[in-house]
């Protein structure tokens, strides 16, 4: 017995609304996480140069960590490079709004802080920033998620986040993990 062709419409029709209802149920997703959980790519574009990062700029060793300035902002700096983070723990306020800074001196390597919105590449010629609110306090892990070579798997570091009444910036405006 042939197909009848109403068959092979209805067939066709049920087939097309499935594949729009995926489509659907991955944007709604999409929207929701962008808007609900603050989930979206980082937007700004700023270079620097790779092989001078060290030398000069904000990105010297003496400027790593975390830092107040006199208008409150609370910024961490911080160099990834194979196979380690400089510095290996940042303190940082809950409650509060941080900017995280990174640069790299060699490869594409890529962060994200467990249990947070934060997550980012870090790439040669480039500073990645990322803003957020903590609202847990405690050691949060800082893997690096991008494959980076041999030393990767032991790439990771600390953010301590403490509570706004513990974060107490010295006369420069700088806090250490060790300082406490
Ligand atoms: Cu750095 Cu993987």
Redesign the pocket.
């Known amino acids: 017995m042939p197909i009848s062709e109403e068959i092979i419409v209805r067939s066709e029709l049920r087939w097309a609304a499935i594949s729009v209802g995926v489509v659907s149920v991955i944007m709604i997703a999409l929207i929701y996480a962008g808007l609900v959980h603050h989930i979206n790519p980082p937007s700004n574009i700023e270079r620097i140069d790779p092989k001078t990062l060290h030398l000069g700029g904000e990105f010297t060793e003496a400027n790593l960590g975390t830092r107040v300035s006199g208008d409150g902002q609370v910024t961490s700096r911080i160099v990834?490079t194979?196979?380690t983070f400089q510095p290996r723990c940042v303190v940082l306020p809950a409650n509060r709004r941080v900017t995280l800074r990174f640069a790299t001196p060699d490869?594409i390597?890529?962060i994200l802080v467990s249990g947070t919105n934060v997550n980012t590449m870090i790439v040669p010629g480039y500073v990645s920033q990322v803003h957020t609110v903590f609202t847990r306090t405690g050691d949060l892990l800082m893997p690096?998620?991008?494959?980076?070579?041999l030393g990767?798997s032991e790439?990771s570091a600390t953010v301590r986040v403490v509570p706004p009444d513990e974060f107490k910036p010295d006369a420069e405006g700088r806090v250490a993990c060790d300082a406490r």
């Open positions: 990834a194979q196979f490869v390597h890529g690096c998620h991008e494959y980076c070579g990767h790439m």
